[in-house]
């Protein structure tokens, strides 16, 4: 679900840049607070950024990272195993993202419509309004560099007989 897949990309990036040298206790981000750690409500040490909001959350990748405080900064420097990583990295991209009725299924079924989740609906209406809006803009630029060009196709509005009445009033 989101708060999943949040968390895993936070992990996964703190894993990469920790890699790359970044110290992940202190890096300060954007905003003047802990671009990869924070501290909770309640003061554990959680994960910074947009997914501070699913600070709660009890993955199995993440669990054996924390001490009594939350995240434990010792073993995510020293402790990170490569199934840690692997999970998190596939959860990130594959998480089960959930459904309008909560039940599991394929888009295949008779009834797949209750199991496409609004992150699907969003993202597809999106891609098919765009789409459209693009074509449009093609039919456009295509009509104005006709009539530029002349090539404009129609009626003769000059003998339209509406020209040739007197006007109402």
């Known amino acids: 679900h989101w708060a999943g897949a949040s968390q895993a990309q936070a992990f996964t990036f703190l894993v990469r840049d920790q890699r790359l040298g ?9 905003t003047g607070l802990g671009k990869y750690l924070m501290r909770s409500p309640t003061g554990e040490v959680i994960f910074g950024g947009e997914t501070m909001r699913f600070w709660d959350l009890r993955a199995p990748w993440l669990e054996p990272l924390r001490g009594p405080n939350g995240l434990d900064l010792s073993r995510l ?5 490569p199934w840690q990583e692997r999970r998190s990295a596939e959860y990130m991209t594959h998480a089960p ?22 992150r699907s609906w969003l993202a597809t209406s999106h891609f ?11 039919w456009h630029a295509g009509r104005a560099r ?5 090539f404009e196709k129609g009626i003769d509005r000059d ?9 109402l009033s």
């Open 22 to 30: 970044a110290n992940v206790g202190s890096a300060q981000g954007p």
């Open 77 to 81: 420097k020293k402790d990170i195993q």
């Open 97 to 118: 993202l959930g459904s309008l009725n909560s039940v599991g299924g394929v888009a295949t079924e008779i009834n797949a419509v209750n199991y496409v989740s609004p």
């Open 128 to 138: 098919v309004l765009g789409f459209f809006l693009f074509v449009g803009h093609l």
């Open 146 to 150: 006709a009539a530029a060009a002349g």
């Open 159 to 167: 003998l339209e007989p509406v020209l040739s009445m007197t006007p």
